[in-house]
């Protein structure tokens, strides 16, 4: 009996891949196709912001909803991984941190949060939040991570603090720190919700297709650890610019810290075209 190959050749097809870079195989893209797996540390802040200056940044299709103003800086150390979990032996490739601004908004009355803006260490997950609509960019990042042993690291117990804070371009930009009180039973709310993306590539070739379309994340395996909660801190510095500034808080409010594990599935049309960025330069 004779087999027919399904083997695709490259001379016929060209260099193929999920994401460039391209290649004969496909296995030199940066990005594996989803679903991506993550398990992460969070240290998290509540904030309220000037409404006027949240509502700026939500692009058509999505209002200020029911708690105006309402805000969260959030800072995370994660390890990810593709649906094969090859990426689990190489922890330069699957560890990353990320700090980003959360700002709560609904979408035809049901509760999302919009991230304005976000920082990561490693370029993968930058690439990877553009394809989501999330706009990250490199900065380095560092929070304190819970201790079992010794007496000089912070403990997941009253009393144990926690810090984050994000440098861009060699100068602050964000702290923050919660010292510990006790347990809450549910999740902060901004953690909870699903985030409302903005997918935005300039048009490079000039063929004035739609852009801006608004796009939820789509997230399945939600876990959580027991939530920590405290007294907090925050500050936001003006180094990335002034839009960033108008973002920083006019009353800061409670702190956490968990752990945190989610699924990303893929993305999920909400609005067509909503948003469009302008085509002009600023």
């Known amino acids: 009996m004779t087999t027919t190959s399904t083997t695709t050749d490259p001379r016929t097809t060209g260099p193929v891949g999920y994401s460039l870079p391209l290649s ?12 991506w797996h993550f398990t992460g540390e969070v240290v ?26 309402a805000a969260a800086a959030v800072f995370a150390e994660w390890q ?14 699957s560890q990353f941190a990320e700090f980003l601004i959360l700002l709560s908004c609904e979408f035809e009355g049901r509760p999302m949060a919009r991230s304005p803006f976000a920082w990561v260490d490693h370029p993968v997950p ?60 549910g999740p902060p709310l901004l953690h909870d919700v699903p985030l409302a993306h903005t997918l935005a590539f300039p048009d490079w070739a000039g063929t004035g297709e739609t852009r801006g379309h608004l796009v939820a994340s789509e997230v399945t ?31 800061v409010g409670r702190g956490y810290v968990f752990s945190y594990a989610e699924t990303l599935v893929g993305g999920k049309l909400l609005r067509p075209g909503a948003g469009s960025p302008s085509p002009t330069s600023p």
């Not at 027991?226 to 002034?242: E, H, K, N, Q, V």
Request: with cysteine; aromatic share 6%.
């Open 80 to 93: 990810w991984c593709s649906a094969n979990g090859a990426e689990l032996a190489d922890p330069g490739r």
């Open 221 to 251: 395996g939600v876990e959580f650890s027991p939530i920590w909660t405290g007294d907090a801190s925050l500050r936001l510095f003006d180094g990335p610019g002034a839009d960033f500034a108008a973002l920083a808080p006019l009353e």
């Open 126 to 185: 930058m690439v990877r939040g553009w394809v989501q609509g999330m706009p990250k960019q490199l900065g380095v990042v560092h929070q304190s991570r819970a201790t079992t042993v010794g007496g000089h690291g912070p403990r997941l117990a009253e009393g144990g603090t926690f810090a984050g804070a994000l440098s861009v371009d060699g100068h602050r930009a964000a702290e923050a720190s919660v010292t510990l009180t006790g347990q809450v039973e």
């Open 44 to 69: 998290m802040v509540e904030y309220r912001v000037d409404p006027d200056a949240a509502a700026a940044f939500l692009p058509p299709g999505l209002s200020p909803g029911a708690d105006p103003g």
């Open 24 to 35: 004969p195989s496909g296995h030199s893209s940066m990005l594996t196709p989803p679903p």
